[in-house]
C-alpha cells in the first residue's frame, strides 16, 4: 500500500463547479497534513494545512478524519485559474522521522469554461 | 513564510559530469530538504540538509551520488554526481521549521542529462 494515495483523476469540471478530492494515507502516527497545489512547470505551493476539525478558507474546505486515515479538499466555485495538480502530502508518515514530508502522487483537475 | 531562490534554474549536461545546485533562503530555517520531481510524477525526498553535520539520506539516496553541504542556517547546495540521463528530473529544495509546519520550496532546477 502506497503511504499517501489520492484518487488518480484527472477531473474535468465547469466552472462553478464543485468538485471534491480524497487522499487515504498509511501510518497511523501522521502528525499534520497539507495540501499543495503544484501548476505545470512550476513548485509546489501550499494550498492549506488540515486540521482535525476541518478548515475553510475561501472556497476550499479541508477535512481529517484520523479514525479513518482520509483527508479531503473540496473546491466549491470552481474557477479556470483552480486548475492545476493538487498534492496530498503527510508529515511523519510511513516510519519516517516528524518533519518530513511525503507526498501523494497528485491530482490532476482541469476547470473548463 | 519563506522565499527560496535556486541556481541555476536549468542545465543541459554531460553524462559522467557533475551540477551542484545552490539553494538560497531569504531567513534563517531549522529544516532544509533536497527533492527530485521526475517528469509525470510527484516528488521523493532525497534527503534533509543538517546545518554543520552529514545530511540524512532517503532510501535509494547515497552521499557519494549526491553530496550536500548546509554550512548556515540559509545555505544548502546539492551536487549530481557522475550523470548519467537517469538523473535527468527536476531537483527541488524546501525550506521550514521543521516539526509539524509546512515546507516552502524554490522554484526549482530543470536538469537534463545527454
Known amino acids: 500500500r502506497k503511504e499517501v494515495e489520492q484518487d488518480p483523476g484527472p477531473f474535468n469540471v465547469p466552472e462553478g463547479a464543485t468538485v471534491a478530492f480524497n487522499c487515504t494515507y498509511s501510518n497511523s502516527a501522521s502528525q499534520s497534513f497539507f495540501w499543495y497545489r503544484q501548476d505545470c512547470r512550476k513548485e509546489p505551493k501550499l494550498l492549506m494545512s488540515?486540521?482535525?476539525s476541518g478548515n475553510e478558507d475561501g472556497r476550499f474546505t479541508a477535512q481529517l478524519n484520523r479514525a479513518s486515515q482520509y483527508i479531503s479538499l473540496l473546491i466549491r466555485d470552481s474557477k479556470l485559474s483552480d486548475s492545476a495538480t493538487y498534492l496530498c502530502?503527510?508529515?511523519?508518515?510511513?516510519?519516517?522521522?516528524?518533519?518530513?514530508?511525503?507526498f501523494g502522487q497528485g491530482t490532476i483537475l482541469t476547470v473548463h469554461p | 513564510s519563506a522565499v527560496i531562490s535556486q541556481k541555476p534554474s536549468r542545465d543541459i549536461c554531460q553524462r559522467g559530469t557533475s551540477l551542484t545546485i545552490q539553494c538560497q533562503v531569504d531567513s534563517q530555517v531549522t529544516m532544509m530538504f533536497w527533492y527530485r520531481q521526475q517528469p509525470g510524477q510527484s516528488l521523493t525526498l532525497i534527503a534533509t540538509?543538517?546545518?554543520?553535520?552529514?545530511?540524512?539520506?532517503e532510501s535509494g539516496f547515497v552521499i557519494d551520488k549526491f553530496p550536500i553541504s548546509r554550512p548556515n542556517l540559509t545555505f544548502s547546495t546539492l551536487t549530481v554526481s557522475n550523470m548519467s540521463p537517469e538523473d535527468s528530473s527536476i531537483y527541488l529544495c524546501s525550506a521550514g521549521q521543521g516539526g509539524g509546519y509546512e515546507q516552502f520550496f524554490g522554484p526549482g532546477t530543470r536538469l537534463t542529462v545527454l
Open positions: 540538509a543538517n546545518q554543520g553535520s552529514e545530511a540524512t539520506y
Open positions: 488540515v486540521y482535525s
Open positions: 502530502v503527510v508529515n511523519g508518515a510511513g516510519g519516517t522521522s516528524y518533519g518530513k514530508l511525503t
